[in-house]
């Protein structure tokens, strides 16, 4: 954005920088404790995106689904499935020796008693846990859990399994919280209830299958030895292996058969629950639209039992907040600092840099917001971009306004110069340059004849037509003398074409002033004539005048000779006189013919010149 040299005020930049931070640090406080700023809905699509780019992957081998699916229903002829039924599958399930039965079914309602304690002697043959749910308070709210100082759901109640199946199997809570699109992100590990804290589902089934008391703490749950990093230390953070389907399901319907495939039971986990559509209870999922609740729940105890749940901490939350700062502080710097593609590019490179490593860190398990450094840069570097349009836009007014005063006490050809480089001529120039000096004679006995006025008039329509011939063939008019002027070719960068230039614009001009001077009044037309010199050699350009009030002129010999070939015309009785010197220069100019010469050169002597010089009327 700094192309053309210009900068913000400092005080914009300052404030930006301090806008920066001060957003960054609030939208990171309310980030460590956990608080939505109303970007959860853009974070969980960024969250989807970065599973799908990673795409499915399969989960461990310890946890089997046992489903309550169509052929299930087919074959039992009812839903929901008989507690006799259940009876069966478990103690089948039994013979093969799991590390647990895992029932996400919650058996609360009487039933009939004998199927009820047969099933309750079915789970006393195996190490098993049933489900509970609660009653959630109408806010949805979460507390903190006493004597822990964690957050976790606040339940209004808690329904439990009948007696008898709870003296059969402790249970554990299969409330799942959703967020807008139905995804349940996070699989709570105690909930806040009337009676105190209560375990869920998950970690109830993974504390009876590693055989060990859970413990608690603020980022992690231990097992048996094992860390599992946590949210706030009562949330896991989901991490989805795939579509549904993706565990190892064998059909209910089997063990009922009698079918039983040891092999794949043996020592694993199982979770009994419903997948058949319209029986189950089903969520979303960032791989499927339709997930059944069993599989939610293998996924979490699979993430627990493995440590394989999202990465969302401190640690995490820490990365984010830096994020937040560096990048919208960078990207003002960057802007600020560097011109407009590379400072467009430098910022692409540092979003670039941040976007690749929340995927690589997605690779890893680790959940590192998008959305909040989203909303910690992008609102910073829009208004600064605008901010900057503004006041840029404002100083190329004042440029364009300076610019316009400067032009009319300046050439056009030598005011872009002066503009872009203030230190322009501060040290002489050294050039071989065409000089032409243009002089309307007459026209001390025209001021007499037609007053002030007019004169000034008709100076200026002299003045404008030998500028605008001048300008058209590419040279730079250094000055006017009253009724005359001066001008130079081949500046800035002198060229072979130069001198044939030269000539093509005399000839242009005394056209030009030809027909200029047929068209005045008669008095002015009868007194007036022009002449013009123009020379080719070594030129220095320079400022003359007082530092604070300089002017630019053109000094050699050179200059001397195209100012003396004006008495050289005039006693020729000629309009137009050049030396040879520039038509030779102009001689090698590829395609260029000496056409208008009107006679064969011959030398003078010029007054104050020791050396003669060979001149040719054009």
Known sequence: MRGDGRRSPSGIIAAFLALSVVWSFWLEYRHWRGDDVGLNGVEHVSLDLRFRWRGPRPPRDDVVIVA???????????????????????????????????????????????????????????????AAFGRVESDASTSTVRDSGLNAPRLAAVVRP???????????????????????????????????????????????????????????ITLAGDAVATDFGAYVPLNFYGPAGHFRQISAARLLTGDMPAEEISGKI???????????????????????????????????????????????????????????????????????????????????????????????????????????????????????IVTERAALRRVAAQRARLSVLQAPGLLGHILE??????????LRLTVLFVDLSGSTGMAEALGPERTQELLSGFQTL?????????????????????????????????????????QALRAALATWLGDLPAAARSRLDFRMG??????????????????????????????????VAKEQKCRLIVTEDLVEAAAKTAGFHDTEGKAAPFTIQLRGRTEPIRVRIW
């Open 162 to 220: 009948v007696a008898a199946i709870a003296d059969a199997a402790p249970y554990g809570l299969a409330n799942i919280d959703v967020d807008s699109g139905g995804v349940p992100r996070f699989a709570p590990m105690i909930y806040d209830t009337p009676d105190g804290p209560d375990r869920s589902f998950a970690l109830a089934a993974a504390a009876l299958a590693r055989k060990s008391s859970p413990s608690i703490g603020a980022e992690t």
């Open 421 to 430: 480089d203030p230190g322009f001529l501060s040290a002489p120039m050294h």
């Open 68 to 130: 309550l699916d169509e052929a299930t229903i087919q074959a039992e002829g009812a839903y929901p499935i008989g507690r006799g039924a259940i009876a069966r599958i478990v103690r089948t399930l039994a013979a093969a020796k799991p590390a647990l039965v895992a029932l996400d079914i919650a058996f609360v309602d009487p039933g009939n008693a004998r199927d009820t304690e047969d099933l309750a002697n079915a789970l006393r043959s195996t190490t098993s846990v049933v």
């Open 270 to 388: 199982v979770v009994i629950g419903a997948t058949a559509s319209g029986a189950a209870d089903v969520f979303a999922s960032p791989f499927d639209p339709v997930l059944p609740g069993v599989e939610v729940w293998a996924t979490a105890i699979d993430n627990l039992l493995n440590g394989d749940a999202l990465i969302l901490s401190r640690a995490t939350r820490a990365f984010d907040g830096a994020a937040m700062l560096v990048l919208p502080f960078s990207a003002v710097v960057i802007l600020e600092g560097a011109p407009a593609f590379a400072g467009a590019l430098g910022v692409a490179l540092a979003f670039l840099v941040w976007a690749s490593a929340v995927f690589v860190g997605f690779s890893q398990n680790y959940w590192l917001s998008v959305s909040l450094p989203l909303a910690a840069y992008v609102p910073v570097v829009s208004i600064y971009g605008v901010t900057r």
């Open 466 to 506: 030998v500028d605008q011939v001048i300008s058209a063939h590419a040279g730079v008019l250094i000055s006017y003398m009253g009724d005359g002027a001066l001008a130079i070719f081949g500046f800035p960068k002198p060229a072979e074409a130069d001198a044939a230039r030269v000539l093509a614009a005399l």
């Open 534 to 567: 123009a020379h080719f050699g070594p030129t220095m350009l320079s400022r003359i005048g007082p530092a604070d009030h300089q002017q630019i002129t053109v000094t050699g010999d050179t200059v001397n000779v195209a100012n003396r070939l004006l008495d």
